[in-house]
Antibody, heavy 119, light 110 residues
């Protein structure tokens, strides 16, 4: 069974940092691109970042470029999102989702982890 | 990258058909056949319903179908059922190798 489990969310002050993790199981992690998608409370989905299977291609939304860093460890079947200089508008549930290829759809999603940026 | 445009809400009675539109530009919806549709029930993670404009993942009912004309993609749900009531989001790959979502459409089954 394909599983993606996010962790690392929590309450952080504006300007602070947080590192999210996504643990994958049930599929060959190293063969898939992975996306981070977030959803602010009561709002719609927003794509945040993507990383290709071998980390060769990495992309960010303009809203997080220069502040967030995506990475993966295929040996540990894990994906990470380092979030620095956090702002109130980064408050959201963060989902990791796998994609069969860089331009492919997000076919399996985790249950999400909530990040709250507040003083 | 601006969000794709979806109607905020649509509604229909059980058994009826509804269509949700998703309008973008030639840099996203119109330029690629990489449009996806996601269903999201309250408090749940999104679920892929349609990908590559009109393909259905295994396990998704054939009551769900997708199409595209120019810069506008559409999701049609036929034979509406109570469990179809949810939020629906379109998404498209873009010329910047990024993804953009629509604002979401709340489907109410009357």
């Amino acid at each position: 069974e394909v599983q993606l489990v996010e962790s690392g969310g929590g309450l952080v002050k504006p300007g602070g940092s947080l590192r999210l993790s996504c643990a994958a199981s049930g599929f060959t992690f190293s063969s898939y691109s992975i996306n981070w998608v977030r959803q602010a409370p009561g709002k719609g989905l927003e794509w945040v970042s993507s990383i290709s299977s071998s980390s060769s291609y990495i992309y960010y939304a303009d809203s997080v470029k220069g502040r967030f860093t995506i990475s993966r460890d295929n040996a540990k079947n894990s994906l990470y999102l380092q979030m620095n200089s956090l702002r109130a508008e980064d408050t959201a549930v963060y989902y990791c989702a796998r994609a069969p290829y860089s331009s492919g759809p997000s076919d399996y999603w985790g249950q999400g982890t909530l990040v709250t940026v507040s003083s | 990258q601006s969000a794709l445009t979806q109607p905020a809400s649509v509604s229909g009675s059980p058994g009826q058909s509804i269509t949700i539109s998703c309008t973008g530009t030639s840099s996203d919806v119109g330029g690629y056949n990489y449009v996806s549709w996601y269903q999201q029930h309250p408090g749940k993670a999104p679920k892929l319903m349609i990908y590559d404009v009109s393909k259905r993942p295994s396990g998704v009912s054939n009551r769900f179908s997708g199409s595209k004309s120019g810069n506008t993609a559409s999701l049609t749900i036929s034979g509406l059922q109570a469990e179809d009531e949810a939020d629906y989001y379109c998404s498209s790959y873009t010329s910047s190798s990024t993804w953009v979502f629509g604002g979401g459409t709340k489907l109410t089954v009357l």
